[in-house]
C-alpha cells in the first residue's frame, strides 16, 4: 500500500525539478497548452448545456403551440378513399415554375422527438435511393434503417419517387390514421442526437396531407374551402421561416406548426385544396397569419391573448353564434385547489398553499388577461392565454359540456374565456373553484365550427374568410413567391 505513495511522490519530485529546469519560452508554451485544453472542456460541456436547452425549448414550444393550435374531432366519421380513387381526385395541373415545394420535418410517436432510433419503410411505387449505397426499390419492397446503418454512413440519404403519384408508408410510425404515406421526395438525416426525416413536396399536395387533420372531411366543402385557404396561407408564411433550419426543414408534422398526415386524405378534402388552389389571404400584399381554432364561445379575440406588442389589424373579435350547437361552445369544470398548486408549483416549487385565485383582467373578446394568485409566497400573476390556461388546468377533473356529456380534463383549460366561483368546504377552507367557461381553444381568427355553421346556412369560404379576417383580400401563393424569389 505505500509503494505507489512513495511513487507518487518521486515521480512529483521530479515533475518539480522539470518544471524549474524550464526556460521561459518551454515554460509559456506549456501553460497556453493548459489555457487551451480547459479551454476546450467549457466548450465542450457549454455546448452539452445548449443542447439540453434546445431540447427543453422545443418541448415547451409543442405544448405552447397546442394551446394556439389545438383541435377536437372525435365526433368525425370521414370514410378514407381508396388508393385508386384518391388518386383520380388528387390530379392537380402540374405547374413546376409556380409552385412552391415545402419541406416537412416528421416527428416521432406522439410527437414526443424530432429524433428517431429506428426508420421502417415500405415502398408503393418505383423509388431511387442516393446515398452511401445506391439502390432502387419497387412496390412492396420494404427497409428498416437504423443509426450508425451503412446508408447514412455519408450522413444523409434521399429517396427519389419515379412520379408524383408514388408513395412512402413509415411503418415505424404511429399515427391517428395508422401508419401514415408520404408523396414526394423522403431525406433522412443522421447526427450526434439520432436519425430525422424530411418529406419535400409540393405545397397544394402538402395542404391536401392538412386539411383533413385539422377539420373532419365530413364539414361541408364551403367549410372546407376555407380551410385550405387558411392552412395554405400559414404554410406561406413558414417557407420564409428558419426555425427548423438546422433541421433542414421550414414545418413540422404537428400542432406546433400544422398538423399534417394525421388523418388520411379523403375526395372531399382534396375537392376543397383544388378548388382553392394557390389561394391565400394578404394584408397589404402580404400572407397574413391566418390562425383558426376549434369553438367560439359567442365572441373571438384580437391575438392581445398572447401579450403582443401590437395587435395584427386583421385580427378582429367578432360575435360568433354558427358554432353555438357545438358541445364546446359552453362548459365547466370545478378545478381543485390540489390541482391549482401542483400547476403552481410546476412555475413556482417554492410555493407551499393557494390562497385565492382572481380574475384582474379581461380582453375585448372577453379573454382572461390577467390572473392573480395568492400564495404563501406572495402573489403570482399570469397574462397569457397559455399561462392562464396551463395553471388552472383541469387534470383529471369532468368537464361538463354544453350537450350534457362529460370529458375528462388535461393539461390546459378547454379556452381563457371563463368565470369562476371559489368553493369552500364547511370550515371555510379553499376545496377549489366552479369555472364555468365557453369555446375550445384560443380563440383567435376563424372558428372552424363557426365556420362550419356559416357553410351550412349557404356562405360561401370567402364570406367565412372575410367574416373572421379584418380587411383582408384574396392572393396567388405563386406571386408572393415570385416577389420574394425574383
Given at each position: 500500500m505505500r509503494q505507489p505513495s512513495l511513487f507518487l511522490f518521486c515521480m512529483k519530485k521530479e515533475e518539480k525539478a522539470y518544471i524549474r529546469s524550464m526556460n521561459w519560452k518551454e515554460k509559456l508554451k506549456w501553460k497556453l497548452l493548459i489555457i487551451l485544453i480547459a479551454l476546450i472542456g467549457i466548450l465542450i460541456v457549454?455546448?452539452?448545456?445548449?443542447?439540453?436547452?434546445?431540447?427543453?425549448?422545443t418541448e415547451k414550444e409543442i405544448l405552447r403551440a397546442y394551446a394556439q393550435k389545438e383541435n377536437e374531432w372525435a365526433?368525425?366519421?370521414?370514410e378514407p378513399l381508396k388508393q385508386t380513387e384518391l388518386q383520380q381526385k388528387t390530379e392537380i395541373t402540374d405547374e413546376v415554375l409556380e409552385e412552391p415545394s415545402i419541406r416537412v420535418v416528421l416527428m416521432t410517436n406522439d410527437y414526443e422527438s424530432y429524433y428517431h432510433s429506428e426508420i421502417s419503410l415500405e415502398f408503393y411505387g418505383n423509388y431511387e435511393m442516393n446515398?452511401?449505397?445506391?439502390?432502387?426499390?419497387?412496390?412492396?419492397?420494404?427497409?428498416t434503417l437504423k443509426t450508425g446503418c451503412q446508408e447514412l454512413a455519408n450522413g444523409s440519404l434521399m429517396l427519389l419517387p419515379e412520379n408524383a403519384e408514388c408513395r412512402i408508408t413509415i411503418t415505424s410510425l404511429k399515427r391517428g390514421q395508422g401508419a401514415p404515406s408520404y408523396k414526394g421526395n423522403l431525406e433522412i438525416y443522421e447526427d450526434d442526437n439520432?436519425?430525422?426525416?424530411?418529406?419535400e413536396l409540393p405545397l397544394e399536395d402538402y395542404i391536401c396531407g392538412v386539411v383533413p387533420s385539422e377539420m373532419p372531411a365530413s364539414y361541408p366543402k364551403e367549410a372546407l374551402k376555407a380551410q385550405a385557404v387558411c392552412a395554405r396561407t400559414y404554410a406561406c408564411v413558414q417557407l420564409k421561416g428558419k426555425k427548423l433550419e438546422q433541421l433542414h426543414g421550414q414545418v413540422d408534422d404537428s400542432v406546433s406548426y400544422q398538423v399534417y398526415q394525421n388523418t388520411e386524405e379523403s375526395a372531399a378534402s382534396n375537392e376543397a385544396v383544388l378548388e382553392t388552389k394557390g389561394e391565400i389571404l394578404l394584408k397589404d400584399g402580404k400572407p397574413i397569419q391566418a390562425y383558426y381554432f376549434s369553438t367560439s364561445h359567442g365572441k373571438t379575440s384580437?391575438?392581445?391573448?398572447?401579450?403582443?406588442?401590437?395587435p395584427s389589424p386583421y385580427?378582429?373579435?367578432v360575435d360568433c353564434t354558427y358554432d353555438s350547437k357545438e358541445p364546446w361552445y359552453q362548459w365547466e369544470v370545478l378545478v381543485s385547489e390540489e390541482n391549482i398548486l401542483k400547476n403552481v408549483q410546476d412555475l413556482f416549487p417554492e410555493v407551499n398553499q393557494i390562497e385565492n385565485v382572481e380574475i384582474m383582467e379581461k380582453g375585448e373578446g372577453e379573454a382572461v388577461l390577467h390572473l392573480k394568485i395568492e400564495t404563501d409566497q406572495g402573489e403570482k400573476s399570469f397574462y397569457s392565454e397559455y399561462d392562464i390556461r396551463s395553471v388552472l388546468a383541469p387534470v383529471g377533473g369532468e368537464i361538463i359540456r354544453q350537450d350534457g356529456s362529460s370529458v375528462k380534463g388535461g393539461k390546459l383549460l378547454p379556452s381563457a374565456y371563463f368565470t369562476m366561483e371559489k368553493q369552500t368546504d364547511n370550515a371555510g377552507t379553499l376545496i377549489g373553484y366552479q369555472i364555468k367557461g365557453g369555446g375550445y381553444g384560443h380563440g383567435v381568427g376563424m372558428s372552424q365550427n363557426g365556420a362550419k355553421g356559416m357553410a351550412d346556412v349557404g356562405k360561401t369560404y370567402q364570406e367565412i374568410l372575410s367574416y373572421f379576417y379584418n380587411e383582408v383580400e384574396m392572393g396567388k401563393v405563386q406571386d408572393i413567391v415570385k416577389k420574394e424569389n425574383p
Amino acid at each position: 500500500m505505500r509503494q505507489p505513495s512513495l511513487f507518487l511522490f518521486c515521480m512529483k519530485k521530479e515533475e518539480k525539478a522539470y518544471i524549474r529546469s524550464m526556460n521561459w519560452k518551454e515554460k509559456l508554451k506549456w501553460k497556453l497548452l493548459i489555457i487551451l485544453i480547459a479551454l476546450i472542456g467549457i466548450l465542450i460541456v457549454w455546448c452539452a448545456g445548449k443542447a439540453g436547452e434546445r431540447k427543453a425549448v422545443t418541448e415547451k414550444e409543442i405544448l405552447r403551440a397546442y394551446a394556439q393550435k389545438e383541435n377536437e374531432w372525435a365526433s368525425a366519421d370521414t370514410e378514407p378513399l381508396k388508393q385508386t380513387e384518391l388518386q383520380q381526385k388528387t390530379e392537380i395541373t402540374d405547374e413546376v415554375l409556380e409552385e412552391p415545394s415545402i419541406r416537412v420535418v416528421l416527428m416521432t410517436n406522439d410527437y414526443e422527438s424530432y429524433y428517431h432510433s429506428e426508420i421502417s419503410l415500405e415502398f408503393y411505387g418505383n423509388y431511387e435511393m442516393n446515398g452511401a449505397v445506391q439502390q432502387k426499390f419497387s412496390s412492396g419492397d420494404k427497409i428498416t434503417l437504423k443509426t450508425g446503418c451503412q446508408e447514412l454512413a455519408n450522413g444523409s440519404l434521399m429517396l427519389l419517387p419515379e412520379n408524383a403519384e408514388c408513395r412512402i408508408t413509415i411503418t415505424s410510425l404511429k399515427r391517428g390514421q395508422g401508419a401514415p404515406s408520404y408523396k414526394g421526395n423522403l431525406e433522412i438525416y443522421e447526427d450526434d442526437n439520432g436519425m430525422h426525416v424530411v418529406n419535400e413536396l409540393p405545397l397544394e399536395d402538402y395542404i391536401c396531407g392538412v386539411v383533413p387533420s385539422e377539420m373532419p372531411a365530413s364539414y361541408p366543402k364551403e367549410a372546407l374551402k376555407a380551410q385550405a385557404v387558411c392552412a395554405r396561407t400559414y404554410a406561406c408564411v413558414q417557407l420564409k421561416g428558419k426555425k427548423l433550419e438546422q433541421l433542414h426543414g421550414q414545418v413540422d408534422d404537428s400542432v406546433s406548426y400544422q398538423v399534417y398526415q394525421n388523418t388520411e386524405e379523403s375526395a372531399a378534402s382534396n375537392e376543397a385544396v383544388l378548388e382553392t388552389k394557390g389561394e391565400i389571404l394578404l394584408k397589404d400584399g402580404k400572407p397574413i397569419q391566418a390562425y383558426y381554432f376549434s369553438t367560439s364561445h359567442g365572441k373571438t379575440s384580437t391575438d392581445e391573448v398572447w401579450e403582443t406588442s401590437s395587435p395584427s389589424p386583421y385580427l378582429k373579435s367578432v360575435d360568433c353564434t354558427y358554432d353555438s350547437k357545438e358541445p364546446w361552445y359552453q362548459w365547466e369544470v370545478l378545478v381543485s385547489e390540489e390541482n391549482i398548486l401542483k400547476n403552481v408549483q410546476d412555475l413556482f416549487p417554492e410555493v407551499n398553499q393557494i390562497e385565492n385565485v382572481e380574475i384582474m383582467e379581461k380582453g375585448e373578446g372577453e379573454a382572461v388577461l390577467h390572473l392573480k394568485i395568492e400564495t404563501d409566497q406572495g402573489e403570482k400573476s399570469f397574462y397569457s392565454e397559455y399561462d392562464i390556461r396551463s395553471v388552472l388546468a383541469p387534470v383529471g377533473g369532468e368537464i361538463i359540456r354544453q350537450d350534457g356529456s362529460s370529458v375528462k380534463g388535461g393539461k390546459l383549460l378547454p379556452s381563457a374565456y371563463f368565470t369562476m366561483e371559489k368553493q369552500t368546504d364547511n370550515a371555510g377552507t379553499l376545496i377549489g373553484y366552479q369555472i364555468k367557461g365557453g369555446g375550445y381553444g384560443h380563440g383567435v381568427g376563424m372558428s372552424q365550427n363557426g365556420a362550419k355553421g356559416m357553410a351550412d346556412v349557404g356562405k360561401t369560404y370567402q364570406e367565412i374568410l372575410s367574416y373572421f379576417y379584418n380587411e383582408v383580400e384574396m392572393g396567388k401563393v405563386q406571386d408572393i413567391v415570385k416577389k420574394e424569389n425574383p
